[in-house]
């Protein structure tokens, strides 16, 4: 079954149209599959995986938190929902109230599933009653950040130096800076905190290089973008974020078999198959109509199951690889509510250009205009969308 859009005489999948109109329509999410049999078989799970989902969970905290924690990580390395949905099991004992540390783990799994609201919520309850949860404050400061509410993010940063060493709260400001009249700044200082060796723990260093490279592109420099993201990715070669990141680069660039290349073991992943269907796409490699096949199925099979879809990615796969501006552009106005990174911004301004929609490109100056945005990536869109 498909449907075909009047205006551009394109067809879609009936399960990519339901996860659309679902999304753009306001609903939670499409109602969950309910399998006929007790013994029908959802999925498949490796031997690791089936380590981080023991039959019967921990019967007390301490091992509950480091089961927890574990799954979270997983799942966010993976792009795979399932295990926060393991987290939320492992946690639900000790959840009645919680503690400090089950709480954070709580705002963690709602931020992942950009439960925004929720997670600000937890966090303000609990930094009122404990005020020197410094992850609770890079937490917060992080939702703020996301959603374009700079200043509060600002303050959060702040309000963690009590508890949290001082490059931390650097590397949370700098990452606030950089969608502010205050990015070049932020990009001294990080290359300085960079150079003085003064971070030393593997994970700020990822972090701190991460950071660097999002800011290079930002400024045009896209070999000192990978200069550090070489370095993060020397320490950290399962790191999702920066992997991704790196293939962005090389997309954008104009180089996308080396994204292929850099991603190609990665197809279990639904963010690395994206990327795949793009650069395939690009490259008229063998396997691009594969690739998309398979990220499609990944949709239709989040939409059986009842789970949301990110609405970044949806709209970046209806703009990038099936080329569906006014879809694209519908989705990421929805995406643009919850979400205001530069990614989102970017994905935004793309859409607009592509559907010729003035109105929105006007949202896009404005944000630009008031926040005193610098990208060059921006900047490029704007010149090759003008007449």
């Given at each position: 079954m498909s449907w075909t859009n009047p205006q551009t005489g394109r067809r879609f999948p009936a399960?990519?149209?339901?996860?659309?109109?679902?999304?753009?329509?306001?609903?939670?999410?499409?109602?969950?599959y309910t399998p006929d049999t007790n013994a029908t078989v959802l999925a498949?799970?490796?031997?690791?995986?089936?380590?981080?989902?023991?039959?019967?969970?921990?019967?007390?905290?301490a091992d509950a938190l480091r089961l927890a924690r574990t799954q979270i990580d997983y799942g966010r390395q993976q792009g795979d929902p399932r295990f926060l949905g393991y987290a939320q099991r492992t946690l639900a004992p000790f959840s009645q109230p919680p503690s400090p540390a089950v709480n954070l783990l709580w705002a963690d799994i709602e931020q992942q599933r950009h439960q925004f609201t929720q997670a600000r919520i937890r966090l303000t309850a609990l930094l009122e009653q404990h005020p020197n949860q410094g992850q609770g404050w890079l937490m917060l400061a992080n939702i703020e950040r996301v959603q374009g509410q700079f200043d509060a993010a600002q303050q959060a940063c702040r309000q963690g130096a009590n508890s949290l060493p001082p490059t931390t709260v650097v590397l949370c400001q700098a990452s606030v800076q950089a969608m502010t009249g205050q990015h070049q700044q932020a990009y001294a200082i990080l290359q300085s905190l960079a150079d003085s060796r003064l971070v030393s723990?593997?994970?700020?260093?990822?972090w701190l290089q991460t950071l660097i490279a999002e800011m290079a592109i930002q400024q045009g420099e896209p070999e000192r973008a990978q200069q550090a993201l070489d370095t993060a990715l020397a320490l950290a070669p399962q790191d999702a974020y920066a992997r991704y990141l790196q293939s962005d680069l090389w997309l954008q660039e104009g180089k996308p078999d080396a994204a292929i290349e850099n991603l190609k073991n990665w197809q279990d992943r639904d963010n690395a198959l994206l990327r795949l269907a793009i650069a395939g796409q690009r490259s008229q490699h063998p396997h691009a109509n594969q690739w998309q096949q398979?990220?499609?199925q990944r949709l239709e099979a989040a939409e059986k199951a009842g789970r949301s879809v990110h609405q970044r990615e949806l709209a970046r796969y209806?703009?990038?690889?099936?080329?569906?501006?006014?879809?694209?552009?519908?989705?990421?106005?929805?995406?643009w509510e919850q979400q205001k990174e530069l990614a989102d911004l970017r994905l935004l301004l793309a859409a607009a250009t592509a559907a010729n929609n003035t109105d929105v490109r006007a949202t896009v100056r404005d944000f630009i205009d008031s926040h005193g945005v610098h990208d060059a990536v921006l900047q490029a869109q704007w010149s090759e969308a003008q007449p």
């Open positions: 399960a990519l149209l339901i996860l659309c109109g679902g999304l753009l329509a306001g609903t939670a999410q499409a109602a969950p498949t799970l490796s031997d690791s995986q089936q380590a981080l989902t023991p039959a019967n969970p921990p019967q007390n905290e723990d593997t994970t700020q260093t990822v398979a990220y499609q209806l703009l990038q690889v099936t080329s569906s501006p006014d879809e694209a552009l519908a989705v990421a106005q929805k995406n």
